[in-house]
């Protein structure tokens, strides 16, 4: 008599536990970059998760030194941070662009050098556009003062994100790990032809 094989079940990779960790460190500073670049808590969202799966695929390729300008990177790299307007009174005057130069600085920390690399350009343009950023909040009224306390709120709000918020971060975490792919986008609402 002959035996025939049976396939076993497929188990899931084992998770990285450095990029577990990753992850768990950089998702709620992540999130609140996006949602203050974007104006957005539920595209901040889906910004971050899209950035995160990718990042999963690179970080296996990556030196860990090279994680979070890759991260950085990838997430800037999501529409809705270049689409979108920024809800923060202090920030409305700024467009996309010189904002996301700030928020690299304020929000993500990243030095001058690592905050041009995530964009995709020279550590002069990179200068040119943080300060260009300046002036325009200056130009709009918003002193160096109001600046700074506007940092140390985005920071407080980092660490204070709502339990709501951070159990979702979490959840999507896991499922980044886990491999899960991504959920479809809802369909786009059409008119109803009755309205027409």
Do not use: N
């Amino acid at each position: 008599w002959r035996v025939t094989s049976v396939p076993l079940p497929s188990t899931p990779a084992p998770v990285s536990p450095a990029l577990s960790a990753f992850l768990r460190g950089i998702e709620r500073r992540a999130y609140v970059f996006a949602q203050v670049q974007c104006g957005s808590d539920d595209e901040a969202e889906a910004a971050l998760g899209r950035a995160m799966r990718a990042f999963a695929g690179v970080s296996a390729q990556s030196p860990l030194s090279a994680w979070p300008a890759s991260f950085w990177a990838l997430l800037m790299a999501q529409a809705e941070l270049s689409e979108g307007a920024s809800d923060v009174p202090e920030l409305t005057s700024l467009s996309s662009g010189p904002r996301a130069a700030l928020l690299l600085r304020i929000i993500a920390g990243l030095d001058f050098v690592h905050a041009a690399g995530v964009l995709g350009v020279s550590e002069s343009t990179y200068r040119f556009a943080l300060q260009r950023a300046l002036q325009q909040l200056g130009d709009a009224g918003i002193s160096y003062a109001v600046l700074g306390a506007l940092r140390e709120r985005l920071h407080r709000q980092v660490k204070t994100l709502p339990d709501t918020r951070t159990g979702s971060l979490a959840e999507l975490r896991a499922r980044v790990l886990q491999g899960e792919a991504e959920p479809a986008p809802l369909p786009p609402r059409t008119a109803s032809p009755w309205l027409r």
